[in-house]
């Protein structure tokens, strides 16, 4: 009964720290939208599968309210892009591939994301 009760909790342990988020680190963003840009340091953030989130490391906003951009990467070198406003709106920026030039940047329509 002890040894299942360890192997329980063994499972549990293990499950939590794999559940457990990464430590987001300061990176140098080079960010183009629309017309606006932003250029520093912003806190990155990576998730399964190459999927990564960057927000301001000391600014309130890359620009035009956006606090938050991720680039969900769909297949290897496409990701659809979003952007989170500081009034909580998710809006996709669109489709984007990896830079050919620059393989830490990702390029879309009328955008570019890059993290260094």
């Given at each position: ?13 293990a499950a939590g720290i794999a559940a457990a988020p990464a430590q987001a680190r300061i990176a140098r963003c080079v960010i183009d939208s629309e017309g606006t840009s932003y250029r520093g340091p912003c806190q990155y ?72």
């Amino acid at each position: 009964m002890i040894i299942r009760k360890l192997a329980f909790a063994s499972i549990l342990i293990a499950a939590g720290i794999a559940a457990a988020p990464a430590q987001a680190r300061i990176a140098r963003c080079v960010i183009d939208s629309e017309g606006t840009s932003y250029r520093g340091p912003c806190q990155y953030n990576v998730a399964r599968g190459g999927t990564f989130t960057l927000s301001p490391a000391h600014a309130r906003s890359f620009g035009e309210g956006v606090v938050s951009v991720t680039v969900y990467v769909t297949q290897r070198g496409v990701a659809d892009v979003r952007g989170l406003t500081r009034d909580g709106i998710n809006s996709r920026w669109g489709r984007a591939v990896r830079s050919r030039r620059d393989s830490a940047c990702w390029v879309g329509e009328d955008f570019s994301v890059c993290a260094y």
